[in-house]
């Protein structure tokens, strides 16, 4: 399975919703448009849902490592990768810290603008740390 192939769907499917589309509509589209495996599938919805769902949480914890920058000035992609990177840190407690955080980074390289995948990292790892995850430590009680 590649789960960054999944991430690339989820912010896809993350981005479509931000547009004004349907969450579970526009999964379906995304992931019936080719023959993916299942467990990307799989990922992908979990990773959107689950984002989807607890934007507002995920939300609190960037504006509060925002230093000099409003939340609403962050562009939509790095806005969504970085919601995606918080999900993972808070909900997929088998992936570890350091694989969110370089996922993430290079979905920025790849979707964002210039600086995203510094801006990205600095975003992610501030929360990291807030939230006291270290690199080898379990998540399950995050």
């Known amino acids: 399975m590649s789960r960054?192939?999944?991430?690339?769907?989820?912010?896809?499917?993350?981005?479509?919703?931000?547009?004004?589309?349907?969450?579970?509509?526009?999964?379906?589209?995304?992931?019936?448009?080719?023959?993916?495996?299942?467990?990307?599938?799989?990922?992908?919805?979990?990773?959107?849902?689950?984002?989807?769902?607890?934007?507002?949480?995920?939300?609190?914890?960037?504006?509060?490592?925002?230093?000099?920058?409003e939340f609403d000035r962050i562009g939509t992609i790095d806005k969504l990768i970085l919601r995606m990177g918080i999900c993972e840190f808070l909900y997929f407690a088998d992936i570890p810290v350091?694989?969110?955080?370089?996922?993430a980074i290079e979905l920025a390289k790849k979707f964002g603008a210039d600086e995203s995948n510094k801006f990205v990292n600095g975003i992610l790892d501030a929360v990291a740390r807030n939230l006291n995850i270290t690199k080898n430590e379990s998540r399950n009680n995050k």
């Open 98 to 103: 350091e694989v969110s955080i370089n996922e």
């Open 4 to 69: 960054r192939l999944a991430r690339e769907l989820a912010l896809k499917i993350l981005y479509a919703y931000e547009s004004g589309r349907d969450g579970k509509q526009v999964i379906d589209e995304v992931l019936n448009k080719k023959k993916y495996q299942a467990g990307v599938k799989k990922f992908a919805t979990a990773l959107t849902m689950l984002t989807l769902e607890n934007k507002d949480q995920i939300d609190s914890h960037i504006k509060k490592v925002l230093q000099n920058w």
